[in-house]
Antibody, heavy 115, light 109 residues
Framework: QVQLQESGPGLMKPSETLSLSCTVS???????WSWIRQPPGKGLEWIGQ???????SYTPSLKSRVTMSIDTSKNQFSLKLTSMAAEDTAIYFC??????????WGQGTLVTVSP | SALTQPRSVSGSPGQSVTISCTGT?????????VSWFQHHPGKAPKLMIY???KRPSGVPDRFSGSKSGNTASLTISGLQAEDEADYYCCSYAGSSTYVFGTGTTVTVL
């Protein structure tokens, strides 16, 4: 079965660029893949998606700061988010995107932005 | 903008609870692509319902989904202790974008 595992820096300073990777195991990295985040005590927020061909779609509120990429040879896809601020502190999840649903998800990785 | 869910709902074991998810004509009302996720903090969210009413394999039939206009609903019948969790709705919002709900905490009394 497909499993996803996020990896990232954990702690960052304001204005830095976040780089996260999601490694897919149990299947090839075909189709669509998404990033979703959850700030502490708040709800989920869809960040964007990427297709195996590299075609992307981002949520409008983050579009100017987000870049997603995919490396099919490594079965990985990645998220870059520039100009990190305290409000970007969140658990970041990656998920497989099939049809109009997200399944499965990774366990998530906490990214904290602090001076 | 996030879909609106009640902050919390509660029920006794065996009872039924319903969680609403209110959106707009651009998301919930405009597409039959509403999904629901169960989230125990610290774990990966789990898909419970997709395409408004469909249940993935392995999800108990106590969980059901519906939609009327701009409001989707998740009903948990025969509430069990293990159903205590946070629940989120999600809707396709057009132009290859998605929007999640604000989340609802289900408490089993």
């Amino acid at each position: 079965q497909v499993q996803l595992q996020e990896s990232g820096p954990g702690l960052m300073k304001p204005s830095e660029t976040l780089s996260l990777s999601c490694t897919v195991s149990g299947d090839s990295i075909s189709g669509f893949w998404s990033w979703i985040r959850q700030p502490p005590g708040k709800g989920l927020e869809w960040i964007g998606q990427i297709h195996e061909t590299g075609v992307t779609s981002y949520t409008p509120s983050l579009k100017s700061r987000v870049t997603m990429s995919i490396d099919t040879s490594k079965n990985q896809f990645s998220l870059k988010l520039t100009s990190m601020a305290a409000e970007d502190t969140a658990i970041y999840f990656c998920a497989r995107h099939r049809g109009y649903l997200f399944d499965p998800w990774g366990q998530g990785t906490l990214v904290t932005v602090s001076p | 903008s996030a879909l609106t869910q009640p902050r919390s709902v509660s029920g006794s074991p065996g009872q039924s609870v319903t969680i609403s998810c209110t959106g707009t004509s651009s998301d919930v009302a405009g597409h039959n692509y509403v999904s629901w996720f169960q989230h125990h903090p610290g774990k990966a969210p789990k898909l419970m319902i997709y395409d408004v009413t469909k249940r993935p394999s392995g999800v108990p039939d106590r969980f059901s989904g519906s939609k009327s206009g701009n409001t989707a609903s998740l009903t948990i019948s025969g509430l069990q202790a293990e159903d205590e969790a946070d629940y989120y709705c999600c809707s396709y919002a057009g132009s290859s974008t998605y929007v999640f709900g604000t989340g609802t905490t289900v408490t089993v009394l």
